[in-house]
C-alpha cells in the first residue's frame, strides 16, 4: 500500500489515506483533507495532524474542547 497521506492525535494514527483506521463509528473524512470528529466530548481535545506525502504539506492544529458545567 501506498501512504499518500495520514492524520493522526497526540502521535495515535486516525486514518491512512481515506480508510480509518481508528474509532470508524467516531471519526470520518469528508473529502480529500476533513476529518469529521461526530460527537464531540472533551477527550477529544489534543494536537492533530494532517501529512501529505504527495505534495510534502503538514498541517497541524491543536484542538480545545470547551464544555459548560451542568448543575
Same mark, same amino acid.
Given at each position: ?16 489515506? $481515506? $480508510? ?7 471519526? $470520518?473524512?469528508?473529502?480529500?483533507? &476533513? ?8 477527550? &477529544? ?27
Amino acid at each position: 500500500m501506498i501512504v499518500n497521506k495520514y492524520r493522526s492525535k497526540d502521535g495515535v494514527v486516525l486514518s491512512v489515506n $481515506e $480508510e480509518i483506521s481508528g474509532d470508524r463509528k467516531k471519526y $470520518e473524512i469528508l473529502g480529500k483533507y &476533513d476529518l469529521i470528529i461526530k460527537t464531540v466530548i472533551d477527550q &477529544d481535545s489534543g494536537q492533530y495532524s494532517c501529512q501529505n506525502f504527495d505534495q510534502m504539506l503538514s498541517r497541524n492544529i491543536l484542538l480545545t474542547i470547551l464544555s459548560k458545567k451542568k448543575f
